[in-house]
């Protein structure tokens, strides 16, 4: 599951114009891709929305890498087939 998540994720971040070739784990949508809000605000709906989930304004704090985003996605993915 965790490699469809991270397809479904590397997909979202190519729609809002990252290039191939610049994503990988330990990017920082910050720094490495220079989010501003709405590129921000896009990303979280397209995420929430492909994978039906919901983010906390918790977790939305730790959304810092690829990597630890395609964890959380994938943390909420597993809690909706054990539910």
Partial sequence: ME???KLGVYRILR???VNREEIYPEA???TDYFFDDMDWNCFLFFIES???ISISDDEQKELV???NTIDIVDRHVHAMHIN
Wanted: aromatic share 14%; glycine share 6%; net charge positive.
């Fill in 3 to 5: 490699k469809e998540i």
């Fill in 65 to 67: 890498t690829v990597a």
């Fill in 50 to 52: 492909k994978f039906n």
């Fill in 15 to 17: 729609k809002l114009g």
């Fill in 28 to 30: 920082k949508f910050n």
